[in-house]
């Protein structure tokens, strides 16, 4: 049996703007949460997220907190660079003792 054109079920982003659509959400987040489901779905070949098991969402999760560790320490890595760049033209350190203090 073919289900005509209005009859089909609405794709997951759809029902996902939808929903967010009916909970007044803003259009920024609306996108951001679109995004964030694009990237996992994406990441797993296209397969439907109810489809994947617990391993597999969490193998996202950490992708995403390695990604997140990596940008940190190039972050903590150019700060550093900086400071000593500063150090090396004013003949001071930027702190007292020399100490990198991190926000």
């Not at 997140?68 to 702190?95: D, F, M, Q």
Request: net charge positive.
């Amino acid at each position: 049996m073919v289900l005509s054109r209005d009859k089909r079920k609405p794709k997951l982003l759809d029902e996902v703007r939808f929903t967010l659509q009916a909970k007044h959400y803003s259009l920024r987040t609306k996108e951001a949460y679109v995004n964030w489901i694009k990237r996992f779905i994406f990441f797993h070949g296209k397969q439907h997220p109810l489809e994947l098991s617990e391993k597999q969402i969490n193998r996202f999760l950490t992708y995403l907190a390695v990604q997140a560790l990596g940008l940190e320490n190039r972050i903590v890595c150019e700060n550093h660079t900086g400071v000593r760049s500063k150090e090396r033209v004013i003949k001071k350190p930027p702190y007292p003792h020399g100490l990198l203090r991190f926000a």
